[in-house]
């Protein structure tokens, strides 16, 4: 009996030692396996969020498997700030030239990888139910309403905004009027819940939202240059493949497709 159990017990030894180096054998396999994994951090405007959220980060994801795209938005303005303090990011993409020329003069984008990708339009939106008789941009002189607008201090559709309103004449009428928001984000939110009458955003804006609709479009002369959206790489990126990668998806036919559907107009 005393053999026997002897016996039983070496056994069991034998088959822990075995699930031991087993679990341990998995585990650095594992840990090789997931060695190569990339991570790009992406830093881009509010306005994109919706079409790399829902499409173009799913989309590159399955064709490098590898590497995930981890996205970061708010208003231009605002992501140039925490790059400058020191946000890890790899890639930016702007919704106005102004701050990517500012990080490019301070070293931290490399220059070389910057490029023009897509542009959009400005158009004056407001609830989808509003029966207002304004349907220009002149017309928010006269309206009693509130109007929301990016801040221009920080938000390009703001600045946008602001240039198209005072080059057409009506810059100085609608100051008292204003509702400043800290993305083109929350003054499409601002219009979709009612609290603003009127807003000025991005045509891909508007369509990303049912509950207001655009009545307006700014005249092409009231901004000085078209609204371009460039995007670079920063210089010290950590992942540089991974995101030399995904700006090169982003030039592919399927990418600007996908862009074209959300509203974008492709730059090539």
């Known amino acids: 009996m005393e053999s026997r159990n002897k016996i039983i017990i070496g056994v069991i030894i034998i088959i822990v030692v075995i699930c031991i180096g087993y679990a341990a054998f998995s585990g650095a396999f594992s840990g090789s396996a997931n060695s190569n994994d990339q991570t790009v951090d992406l830093a881009a405007a509010a306005s994109l969020k919706n079409v790399y959220d829902d499409k173009l980060i799913p989309m590159f994801e399955e064709k490098y498997p590898g590497i995930t795209v981890k996205g970061t938005y708010a208003s231009s303005g605002d992501l140039q700030t ?27 984008i490399d220059n070389s990888t910057v490029k023009k990708s897509v542009q959009n339009k400005l158009v004056l939106i407001v609830p989808s139910d509003s029966t207002t008789n304004v349907t220009s941009f002149e017309g928010l002189k006269d309206v009693n309403g509130t109007i929301a607008i990016g801040d221009p201090e920080s938000v390009p559709a ?20 204003l509702s400043l928001g800290t993305s083109v984000t929350a003054v499409l939110n601002q219009v ?5 009458e ?3 955003v991005y045509t891909t804006d508007a369509k990303s939202n049912d509950k207001v609709k655009v009545i307006a479009e700014a005249p092409e002369d009231s901004l000085d240059k078209p609204i371009v959206y460039p995007i670079g790489m920063i210089k ?5 493949d991974g995101a030399q990668k995904f700006m090169e998806f982003l030039q592919s ?8 559907d959300y509203g974008f107009t492709v730059v090539n």
């Open 158 to 177: 703001g600045q946008y905004a602001k240039e198209s309103l005072t080059n057409l004449g009506v810059w100085d009428s609608v100051q008292s009027k």
């Open 82 to 108: 925490q790059i400058e303090n020191g946000l890890e990011t790899d890639v930016f993409m702007s919704a106005s030239n102004k701050q990517m020329n500012a990080l490019a003069e301070k070293g931290i």
């Open 198 to 200: 009127y807003g000025i």
């Open 236 to 240: 010290n990126a950590k992942d540089a």
């Open 192 to 196: 979709a819940d009612g609290s603003a």
């Open 253 to 260: 036919k399927e990418a600007q497709d996908v862009l074209r």
